[in-house]
């Protein structure tokens, strides 16, 4: 049986795994609190026993994993029962994640989640979060999600037969909106934003016995988004880039990976962080405002990318603390660029991303411009879901056509 503990984020008090689980306790016993627009206080951390596991597995034979397989890696996952082969054989991750793209004369690599089984970086966070509510016999999970949460929970539901419930708010995304309904999930719209789904769920989740996959919230969200740094590690042959650059809205995304490589550098096979580059959105920049004044104060989120919109990141603390303990920065970038550089990535990679993601390259841009990185600095941009999860966004930075007839078409294009 796999042996882990649960340690609070804030105030560092550990607890066992049979009194987090079997209670259904998300947050901290002792200082876990969930408000209305502010941060979650009190997130657990999953520690290992980090020097039996080294005894187990070498880092040689780490490296010879391929990646978008968790279960190479049993002792570095928090579920105590044997892996199901035959429900992992229904949910396939790329194995080659890790490419390197020219953007506008820049080399670069990008690690692309955008063709996971439900198209975005969540199934990371869902399948485990499935595994363990199947493992505790819960039927019925629960998630709040401005629309890619929702539809990899819905979906790894869909692939694993249990029930997924989900609350999103009214501006989601209608192609988003679709695929969620399409996988067969409960979905409960929302007449608010996001924080306000987010809350809601946590209170009709409680009440009903749901399993709650809430991002953070969950400490197993963070458990799953780690395993893109053991993908990187791994796809990488052990050489990590230099800067990494991360979309952030509630924050779960850079602070899975920062865990996923401060677990490497526990078992001694990295000796330096990778430095993670916080990217927000202009209009949802909670993080960004939280690393330069350290305090927060709520402001409602807005901008294009719905994926990153978020005013009162739920993760803030862990993702603030992910970007100081690799020496990273967080920008912030206006919708406006957000689009200049979705067009971009398109254009010269073939790879369609979702304005979230796109917010990545351009902060790589912003630091190329600026002079704080050169084309010698290795560098990595996170696409962390696929551009047709919003063609709404795609309309806005593409031109209108008009319909001709063949003959205005000859006319124009063969006297031209």
């Known amino acids: 049986m796999n042996e882990y503990i649960y ?55 780490f490296l010879n994993f391929n990646p978008g397989q968790i279960k190479s890696y049993p002792q570095l996952l928090p579920l105590k029962n044997p892996l199901d082969e035959e429900k992992l054989a229904r949910i396939k991750f790329p194995q080659s994640p890790l490419t390197t793209v020219i953007i506008e004369n820049n080399s670069v690599q990008v690690f692309d989640d955008t063709k996971n089984p439900t198209l975005s970086y969540k199934d990371r966070a869902s399948l485990l979060t499935v595994l363990k509510a199947d493992e505790l016999r819960c039927s019925d999970i629960a998630a709040a999600s401005t629309g890619n949460a929702a539809s990899s929970l819905a979906g790894i539901c869909a692939a694993l037969g249990l029930t997924s419930r989900v609350f999103v708010p009214k501006n989601i995304p209608k192609s988003k909106l679709l695929q969620i309904q399409t996988y067969g999930s409960e979905v409960y719209l929302v007449d608010g934003d996001y924080d306000e789904a ?62 996923g490589f401060w677990e490497l550098k526990q078992l001694g096979w990295i000796d330096e962080f990778p430095k993670l580059i916080a990217m927000q959105a202009t209009g949802s920049d909670a993080l960004v405002r939280f690393i330069e004044t350290d305090e927060f104060t709520y402001k409602a989120a807005s901008t294009i990318a719905d994926s990153i919109s978020a005013g009162a990141p739920r993760n803030l603390y862990m993702a ?12 912030r970038i206006s919708d406006e660029n957000i689009l200049k550089a979705q067009s971009n990535i398109a254009r010269n990679t073939g ?47 593409n031109k209108k056509l008009n319909p001709k007839t063949p003959t205005d078409w000859k006319n124009e294009l063969l006297n031209e």
């Open 198 to 259: 987010f809350d809601l769920c946590l209170e009709i989740a409680s009440s009903k016995k749901w399993y709650n996959r809430n991002t953070a919230y969950n400490p197993i969200t963070i458990e799953g988004k780690k395993s893109a740094a053991f993908d990187l590690f791994i796809a990488g042959k052990g050489d990590l880039p230099e800067y990494i650059f991360v979309p952030v809205g509630d924050g779960v995304i850079i602070s899975g990976m920062y865990k």
């Open 351 to 397: 790879i369609l991303v979702e304005p979230s993601c796109a917010v990545s390259y351009a902060g790589f841009r912003t630091m190329m411009e600026e002079g704080s990185i050169d084309s010698s600095d290795k560098c990595l941009l996170m696409l962390t879901g696929n551009g047709l999860k919003d063609p709404d966004a795609l309309r806005n930075s």
């Open 320 to 331: 603030a603390s992910a970007v100081k303990n690799t020496n990273g920065r967080g920008i």
């Open 7 to 61: 340690k609070c984020f804030n105030c560092d008090k550990e607890f066992s795994s049979t009194e987090i689980e079997r209670n259904f306790i998300y947050l901290c016993p002792d200082c876990g609190k969930a408000e209305k627009n502010k941060p979650l206080n009190g997130v657990l951390q999953v520690i290992y026993d980090y020097d039996s596991i080294k005894n187990e597995i070498s880092r040689e034979e």
